[in-house]
């Protein structure tokens, strides 16, 4: 079964409108972190934003939040007033603390696509 | 410097040619890792060196050989690739964490290096 699912391949966004990319996770164990990255057609991966399994409050850096649900083992980031440099393929990853290697696993990735 | 550094950042290799991908990375982190990204696909776990030995191997053809030898280096050795081998290869290091906490340790990624076997 699949660790780390994106069900959006590819979104469209307008220009300064908010956007939601959602990502679901299965784990059994308590202890866990969820991480997003931003891959631009440089190929890079960026580091976004962290969210702990014991946090209490949704991460927050900037524009981009993390809507944490744990009973529903979501973790969809929202990006507010999108700009067209936040075009870019994003994913959603997960890393355990006993499970898996303790190493991250990534979804499939959603492309996003911010229209001017 | 400082980060994580891959070169080439572009390789075009024939089948028969033999060519390495470098990684250097200067966080003194102690674990690092190759990926493969193809297009249309899931990021691929290749390999994973945590303290310079190698704890993960996923099945990768033996036509890929990785060398870690230190905690700051990473290669990985091409030779007799396959067209389909056409890949965005990422470098990437982390801490290793462990314990109770949640792992806040993700990983910083390299540019990647874009190879075309032809």
């Known amino acids: 079964a699949q660790k780390i699912t994106q069900t959006q391949p590819g979104m469209f966004v307008q220009e300064k409108e908010a956007v939601t990319l959602d990502c679901t996770y299965d784990?059994?164990?308590?202890?866990?972190?969820l991480f997003w990255y931003k891959q631009p057609s440089s190929g890079e991966m960026i580091f976004l934003i962290y969210?702990?399994?014991?946090?209490?409050q949704n991460a927050t850096e900037g524009r981009y939040s993390l809507n944490f649900q744990k009973a529903r083992k979501s973790a969809n980031l929202v990006i507010s007033a999108s700009q067209l440099g936040d075009s870019a393929m994003y994913f959603c990853?997960?890393?355990?603390?006993?499970?898996?290697?303790?190493?991250?696993?990534f979804g499939g990735g959603t492309r996003l696509m911010v229209k001017p | 410097e400082t980060g994580v550094t891959q070169t080439p950042r572009h390789l075009v290799m024939g089948m028969t040619n033999k060519k390495s991908l470098k990684c250097e990375q200067h966080?003194?982190?102690?674990?690092m890792y190759w990926y493969k990204q193809s297009a249309k696909k899931p990021l691929e776990l290749m390999f994973v060196?945590?303290?310079?030995?190698?704890?993960e191997n996923n099945s990768v053809p033996s036509r890929f050989s990785p060398e870690c030898p230190n905690s700051s280096h990473l290669f990985l050795h091409l030779h007799t690739l396959q067209p389909e081998d056409s890949a965005l290869y990422l470098c990437?290091?982390?801490?290793?964490?462990?314990?109770?906490?949640?792992?806040?340790?993700?990983?910083?990624f390299g540019s990647g290096t874009r190879l075309t076997v032809v």
């Open positions: 969210q702990g399994s014991y946090d209490q």
């Open positions: 966080l003194g982190h102690n674990a």
């Open positions: 060196y945590s303290l310079e030995e190698r704890v």
């Open positions: 990853a997960m890393r355990e603390a006993y499970n898996a290697g303790n190493m991250l696993t």
């Open positions: 784990t059994s164990d308590p202890s866990y972190g």
């Open positions: 990437a290091s982390s801490q290793d964490v462990g314990g109770d906490q949640p792992p806040n340790y993700g990983y910083t």
